[in-house]
């Protein structure tokens, strides 16, 4: 068995994503997750409770630095004509520490934003965004082999 190297562990500050192929240099963090949907499955002779997945859920959020109106220009009048638009966003993963110089990349496909922040600001406090989301497809790009 192989000791990890503190040096291994991913750095967040490499993160990148792209919005409808767009960078967003004014990210500060991502987060998505799976949930998966399960039925309880009972069975004869079993105590233990079984299961059975019938779907799963994708759900994330998007955190940005306050620096322009990004979010009202892609949702705003969109929402205001009751049209739920979709949108796709590319995440990369690619600390330079990483085996290889490896990097992750995942597609996340069909999201549609939750909610839009209108204003938010408080006295000397510097302006943060988040972005809530879900989203129906992902696809994984690129993958960091374990060593």
């Not at 490499?14 to 998966?36: H, N, P, R, V």
């Not at 969109?78 to 966003?89: A, E, L, M, P, Y």
């Not at 990349?105 to 999201?111: D, I, P, T």
Request: aromatic fraction near 6%; proline fraction near 2%.
């Amino acid at each position: 068995m192989n000791k990890l190297s503190g040096n291994r562990v991913i750095n967040g500050t490499w993160g990148e994503i792209w919005l409808e192929g767009e960078k967003i240099s004014e990210l500060t963090g991502l987060d998505a997750k799976i949930t998966l949907k399960k039925e309880d499955v009972s069975m004869c002779g079993v105590l233990a409770k079984e299961s059975k997945i019938t779907g799963w859920e994708g759900k994330g959020t998007l955190k940005l630095h306050k620096v322009n109106s990004r979010m009202a220009q892609l949702l705003g009048d969109n929402i205001k004509q009751g049209k739920d638009v979709r949108f796709t966003i590319v995440a990369k993963l690619a600390d330079p520490d990483t085996i290889g110089n490896q990097s992750e990349r995942v597609a996340l496909k069909g999201v549609s934003f939750d909610d839009l922040t209108v204003m938010n600001f408080e006295m000397k406090a510097l302006g943060k965004v988040e972005c809530p989301f879900t989203f129906t497809d992902y696809d994984f790009m690129d993958l960091i082999s374990p060593e």
